[in-house]
């Protein structure tokens, strides 16, 4: 009997622990959820027979402000100085022909958005969409990648959104090492125009090679490095977040740190020019 009485505080912390961490997880999903624009959370009625839930975002605020807004900072002058550089150098690789996918595309992809974005975005490269309308991240992809902005208070139109790659490798293949090496040269410098605040790799390729490392996507995102400077944020690329949604969350994890850094920026900025 004494032993049974020792045990039962033990297996209740057990109990009260479980129960915590699934709560934890219940909060951190219908978060995540809200974050990305679902309206409700279904709760499998495998988990017993009692009516299913439905939350309504509305009732679950977010932990922290999003984002004010974007580049009311920033100078007319300097908005239309950053348009033009970028248009021209739009313009000088249009004809582009460096590397054998030059042959092989519809349309460049240049890259689309705010010229003086305080968050960049940098995928890998284009897919059949993209190739077909000259614009990154327009497919299944390219949607949850809107709602990922929109989910930290932004709009497509604040970011602005580019790739390593400007045309679309054959069959969506990974883009070779020499592709990459040829084409480099004009994110860095739609990144040295746009001069963002924070920038954010999405996937393996756009990580590895801004960072120059080899290590993969995995141990590198959820942490801020640095690109010249630029915090630099790692996370999934939104196809393989369609393939693996368990991974949303980290996500969401990710980019509410980005969220939280812009607007630390941004509120020094502001009382700076007060
Ligand atoms: S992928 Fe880059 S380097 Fe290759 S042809 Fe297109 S723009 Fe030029």
Not at 89 to 95: A, D, K, Y
Not at 138 to 161: H, M, P, S
Not at 222 to 233: C, D, N, T, V
Request: net charge positive; charged share 25%; with cysteine.
């Amino acid at each position: 009997m004494e032993k049974q009485s020792k045990q039962q505080p033990r297996q209740d912390d057990l109990i009260k622990n479980e129960l915590k961490s699934i709560i934890n997880a219940i909060k951190t999903h219908i978060e995540f959820e809200r974050g990305f624009g679902i309206d409700t959370v279904t709760i499998s009625k495998s988990i017993n027979n009692l009516p299913l839930p439905v939350y309504h975002k509305k009732t679950l605020p977010l932990e922290s402000p999003a984002i004010n807004s974007s580049s009311d900072h920033i100078s007319k002058n300097e908005k239309v100085r950053s348009r033009k550089l970028l248009e021209e150098l739009r313009n000088e690789i249009l004809s582009c022909h460096k590397c054998p996918l030059g042959k092989t595309r519809t349309n460049l992809v240049f890259g689309v958005g705010n010229p003086t974005a305080d968050l960049m975005f940098v995928g890998e490269a284009p897919g059949r969409d993209e190739d077909l309308q000259g614009e990154p991240f327009v497919g299944r992809a390219g949607q949850l990648l809107t709602k990922i902005i929109e989910a930290i208070g932004l709009n497509r139109k604040d970011v602005y959104i580019a790739n390593i790659l400007k045309c679309r490798p054959p069959g969506n293949r990974n883009p070779l090492p020499e592709e990459i090496v040829l084409c480099l040269p004009y994110l860095i410098k739609q990144i040295e125009i746009i001069k963002p605040k924070v920038l954010c790799a999405l996937g393996t390729f756009a990580a590895q090679t801004l960072l120059d490392t080899k290590a993969p996507v995995g141990t590198l995102r959820g942490k801020f490095h640095a690109y010249k400077g630029i915090p630099f944020m790692v996370t999934f690329h939104p196809a393989y977040l369609l393939r693996n949604p368990n991974d949303k969350a980290k996500v969401w994890e990710d980019m509410k740190k980005v969220r939280d850094l812009l607007n630390e920026l941004l509120q020094k900025d502001k009382n700076y020019s007060t």
